[in-house]
T-cell receptor, first 113, second 110 residues
Framework: DVKVTQSSRYLVKRTGEKVFLECVQDMDHENMFWYRQDPGLGLRLIYF???????EKGDIPEGYSVSREKKERFSLILESASTNQTSMYLC????????????FGPGTRLTVL | AQSVTQPDIHITVSEGASLELRCNYSYGATPYLFWYVQSPGQGLQLLLK??????LVQGIKGFEAEFKRSQSSFNLRKPSVHWSDAAEYFC????????FGAGTRLTVKP
């Protein structure tokens, strides 16, 4: 089975801190994604990556950056956390393209105080 | 730009009753359409997907969905709901970078 893991299930940070959210997949998928999930808004795409060192902005990239140094790992970085970034963050990976199934991690619930 | 609308934020049905969750999409070409389910405290699980061919697709857990191009819809159905179906359901569209709807929360009454 494909496994997508995220470094933390729950995280509490203070405003202004630099925050790293890590995602690792074990199935050699080329493509990886970061979403945030908020009640009433569903999942919104922050960034995605289709190869090592490649990245593309999604719909809400402001305040975030990403890093993909290795194929299996995709990191989301909050350079200076703000309270409006309190959310559930979901990582996903997918093999190839053409509408294949995305496999999701369990999510990281981030609270910024 | 691709987008998805799920008009119903919350639906309550009785156990054993039929279910239909609505999804409307906007996409410039032939869409790839998906339904995912998220149970409380769980990750998202794929229920079914549509790429082409037969417009009625079968998924896991007894769910099915029908693609209607003329209505830009991809509604999810189940003939008889079980208490374990209580969850949040997301419709998604896209070929590579998917877009999700806001979700429909399903409550099942005993």
């Amino acid at each position: 089975d494909v496994k997508v893991t995220q470094s933390s299930r729950y995280l509490v940070k203070r405003t202004g801190e630099k925050v790293f959210l890590e995602c690792v997949q074990d199935m050699d998928h080329e493509n990886m994604f970061w979403y945030r999930q908020d009640p009433g808004l569903g999942l919104r795409l922050i960034y995605f990556s289709y190869d090592v060192k490649m990245k593309e902005k999604g719909d809400i990239p402001e305040g975030y950056s990403v890093s993909r140094e290795k194929k299996e790992r995709f990191s989301l970085i909050l350079e200076s956390a703000s309270t409006n970034q309190t959310s559930m963050y979901l990582c996903a990976s997918i093999w190839g393209a053409q509408g294949n199934e995305q496999f999701f991690g369990p999510g990281t619930r981030l609270t910024v105080l | 730009a691709q987008s998805v609308t799920q008009p119903d934020i919350h639906i309550t049905v009785s156990e054993g009753a039929s279910l239909e969750l609505r999804c409307n999409y906007s996409y410039g070409a032939t869409p790839y359409l998906f339904w995912y389910v998220q149970s409380p405290g769980q990750g998202l699980q794929l229920l079914l997907k549509y790429f082409s061919g037969d417009t009625l697709v079968q998924g896991i857990k007894g769910f099915e969905a029908e693609f209607k191009r003329s209505q830009s819809s991809f509604n999810l159905r189940k003939p008889s709901v079980h208490w374990s179906d209580a969850a949040e359901y997301f419709c998604a569209v896209g070929v590579y970078d998917m877009r999700f709807g806001a979700g429909t929360r399903l409550t099942v009454k005993p």
